[in-house]
């Protein structure tokens, strides 16, 4: 079992930065696939980024590539997403996920995400 719990969300100019900063607790004695969902108003979960907490696999949706960076600090156990030349279009709440297959990493989809965190919101300003 996993828990998670985000951080790190605010407001911000188009073209600026923001951290956000999920803590890993829990049974975190195997690897996971943890994951960054973007919900935008009036859509669903969009699964923004993801990493495999072993190493050698990452994912990026095409809207973000370039701009953001998922990490995971194994000492910390704590997952990142580093968001660089924001859009508007890149508000939404920010759900960490994660769960035990290597294959979700491939292509994030929100209904196979066993945990969830809570969520926190981010709002870019055009």
């Known amino acids: 079992q996993l828990f998670l719990r985000e951080s790190g969300g605010g407001s911000v100019q188009a073209g600026g930065s923001l951290t956000l900063s999920c803590a890993v607790s829990?049974?975190?004695?195997?690897?996971?696939?943890l994951g960054w969902f973007r919900r935008a108003p009036g859509k669903d979960h969009e699964g923004t980024a993801a990493?495999?907490?072993?190493?050698?696999?990452?994912y990026y949706d095409d809207s973000v590539k370039d701009r953001f960076t998922i990490s995971y600090d194994n000492a910390k156990q704590t997952l990142s997403l580093h968001m660089n030349n924001m859009k508007p279009e890149d508000t939404g709440m920010y759900y960490c996920?994660?769960?035990?297959?290597?294959?979700?990493?491939?292509?994030?989809?929100?209904?196979?995400?066993?945990?969830w965190g809570q969520g926190t919101q981010v709002t870019v300003s055009s």
């Open positions: 829990g049974y975190t004695d195997t690897k996971y696939c």
């Open positions: 990493i495999w907490t072993g190493g050698g696999t990452t």
């Open positions: 996920a994660g769960d035990s297959m290597r294959s979700m990493c491939a292509v994030p989809i929100q209904s196979v995400f066993g945990y």
